[in-house]
Every structure is written in structure tokens, then in C-alpha cells.
């Protein structure tokens, strides 16, 4: 078989789903080191792509942006040339592969637009994602981690798997920017934690009152700085969890980028959050991760990586994958003090006894 000298990877969302799939782009870079390798990515995850080393080229949809602004809004006219040139760079290109990791309708349907020779996918593509590939989909086991679930399709394609980071690329001016938070907020003389209460579904969500709670313990009883991180859009409903705190807590939520977010976990202690895209963001830059977890299922879309601690519910009912949920038992079940004793527990192999400026800023410099 032909070796591709020109690789389309598939992947339009969550941030989540796309930081997953980076240890897939980089075993599959080193695997073909001369081919060109683009990723086709909805506006959102984007800038967790853009400036990755091992991309030739990011194509963005702006669907959602699209739909938008056709449905409302007086520049709706000009929507239907944006998506016609859109489409013409789409097709400029005649890939010898293009890998579809989404298995869904939507990336299904712009499977079936690009110019591709070969066309592969994963068993298991829903919404009839499977009827644009022209390759026999690759089996995976969907109760395994999402990240070994594309690592099987970077091994069907003669992949080694053996050795990869999955780190998200920065940029020396995300690095400056955390920088100037630390020095904004007086961070660096202790342990430095974050924490991310929201998610887009409300079964995942876990009671403000109860994170103001376990933020007040974490910084008196392990006299540790807070920084809540979110989008602008999560940035009241933190204000009402820090309005409900004795002890002060920064609210960054709306003031990072994706990479500058990255950044501040990798200079962080750990994160406590739910879960969400930034979880997966924090694992990938080896930060050690407190998991609150309700409807959903650890061991498939979990904290990727050894050093990390999810906590779920032992109801029967779990996980049901459920968005909309009228008792939410499985979150309401988690306790403060269960949560803050994993907390604890982290801290504590990270010796936040040796913890100084050098620690929490060493992140800072280039790496």
C-alpha cells in the first residue's frame, strides 16, 4: 500500500474529544515524518491546534457561527459565499487519507465533500457517519478510554504507539500572560490550586455552596492559593460561588484563551472540577486532576494518565449518560469532605511542603 503523503484528520469537537486525539497526530507524525498532515476542526477547539508542530494546516468550520448568523442577523447574506469558498479550500486539496475520529453526521457529511482516496473510521460511527467511508471501519472497544480507542485506529494504520506526550502546544505569549498573573495575584509562594465547577450538561454539575465550601477548606486547611477558570459565560455563576466563600479566590473565567488556560494548569498544583473540557486539557499538560463525576463513564472519557482522582457515586443508576435528570442523586451524593480528602491526598504526594516559587513558576520558562 502506497505510504499517504497527504493526511486530512477529522475532528470537529468537543475540546475535550480534540485533545484526546492529539497522542493520535503525533504517533501518526511519526509514523509518516514527510507527509502533510491537515485537521479539519470546528471554531471552538481551534486554538488547540493552531501552532501544533506536527500540523501542516488547521481548517476551521464555522458552522455554528454560520447557522447563527443565517437564522438572525442583517450580514446573513453574505453567509452562503463564506461557505462556498470555505468548501473550495476544503476541496483543493485530493488527500491520499482522511480519517474520520468524530464518527457523527456532521463530520460524516464533510467526509463525503473532501477529495480523499482512502476514507476510514471507527465500528460504532453513529447518525450514519459510517456510509461515507470507503474503507472498512476499524474496530474499538468503546469501553476503553477515548484516547486508546484513536490510538487502535493510529495502529491499524501501521502506527507505533508506544511513545507519545500529548501535551497542548503554548505560545510564549500564553506563557507571559500567566506570568503576569502570578505576579498579578501574588501567586508562587504556595501551592497554587485551580478550579472549573461547570459543564455543559446539568447533570454534571455539583452545588455552588458545596464548592465554596471545599474552596474555603482547601485554602485554610491547606493554605493554598484559588483561581476559578471557566468562559465568560460560567463567570457569574462563579461569582456567586466566591461571593458565598469567607476566604478570597480569584474568578479568570473569560480572561484566558485555550492555551493560556493550558498553561496556568500546567503551572498549577491540580485542578478540581467536573466533568469538562478543561479536565482533559489539565491531564494533557501532566497535572494532576480531582474529578467530580455524575451520569457519565470515567473509564472512557476520564483523566487520561496515573496520577489523577475521579469521584463518582456508587448508585446503581450510574453512569446514564443522561443530560436532563430530575433527582441528580449521583452528584448530590458527593460529600465536601469526600472530595476535599482527595484534594489533601494530591497535595500531599506533591510535597507541598517544598513548594516555592521556582515549583509553581518553573513552568514559566520555556520548556
Known amino acids: 500500500m502506497k505510504v499517504p503523503e497527504r493526511i486530512l484528520i477529522v475532528k470537529l469537537s468537543a ?219 460560567d463567570r457569574p455563576v462563579i461569582a456567586e460561588i466566591t461571593a458565598c466563600m469567607r476566604t478570597e479566590a480569584v474568578n479568570l473565567a473569560g480572561r484566558t484563551g485555550l492555551k493560556t488556560l493550558a498553561w496556568l494548569y500546567r503551572c498549577a498544583a491540580l485542578l478540581v472540577c467536573t466533568d469538562t473540557g478543561p479536565m482533559h486539557m489539565a491531564a494533557a499538560m501532566r497535572t494532576p486532576v480531582v474529578a467530580l463525576f455524575g451520569p457519565t463513564a470515567p473509564w472512557r472519557t476520564g483523566p487520561f494518565g496515573p496520577d489523577h482522582q475521579v469521584v463518582q457515586s456508587a448508585l446503581g443508576c450510574v453512569p446514564c449518560f443522561k443530560k436532563h435528570c430530575a433527582v441528580m442523586s449521583c452528584m448530590h451524593s458527593i460529600t465536601v469532605e469526600e472530595v476535599f480528602e482527595r484534594v489533601a491526598g494530591v497535595l500531599s504526594r506533591r510535597k507541598v511542603a517544598e513548594w516555592d516559587a521556582s515549583w509553581g513558576l518553573a513552568g514559566l520558562e520555556a520548556e
Open 15 to 233: 475540546i475535550g474529544d480534540v485533545v484526546h486525539s492529539l497522542p493520535f497526530l503525533e504517533v501518526l507524525r511519526a509514523a509518516y515524518p514527510a507527509a502533510r498532515i491537515d485537521w479539519l476542526v470546528e471554531e471552538v477547539a481551534a486554538p488547540i491546534l493552531i501552532g501544533h508542530p506536527a500540523l501542516d494546516r488547521v481548517l476551521v468550520s464555522r458552522r455554528k457561527d454560520w447557522q447563527k448568523r443565517l437564522v438572525r442577523g442583517p450580514v446573513r447574506a453574505t453567509v452562503p459565499g463564506e461557505i462556498r469558498g470555505w468548501l473550495k479550500t476544503l476541496r483543493h486539496v485530493e488527500y491520499d487519507l482522511v480519517v474520520d475520529l468524530q464518527g457523527l453526521f456532521k463530520s460524516g457529511l464533510l467526509l463525503g465533500l473532501v477529495r480523499g482516496r482512502r476514507k476510514i473510521g471507527m465500528a460504532g460511527g453513529r447518525e450514519g457517519s459510517r456510509a461515507f467511508l470507503n474503507q472498512p471501519p476499524v474496530p474499538v472497544n468503546y469501553d476503553e478510554h477515548a484516547i486508546q480507542r484513536y490510538l487502535r485506529v493510529a495502529a491499524h494504520l501501521g502506527c507505533d504507539i508506544a511513545q507519545w506526550q500529548g501535551a497542548i502546544p503554548v505560545m510564549a505569549a500564553d506563557r507571559r500572560r500567566v506570568a503576569e498573573f502570578f505576579t498579578e495575584f501574588g501567586w508562587g509562594g504556595r501551592p497554587l490550586v485551580a478550579l472549573n465547577p461547570m459543564a455543559k450538561w446539568a447533570t454534571k454539575l455539583w452545588e455552588p455552596q458545596l464548592f465554596a465550601v471545599l474552596a474555603d477548606r482547601i485554602r485554610d486547611e491547606l493554605q493554598s492559593d484559588l483561581v476559578f477558570t471557566g468562559s465568560a459565560a
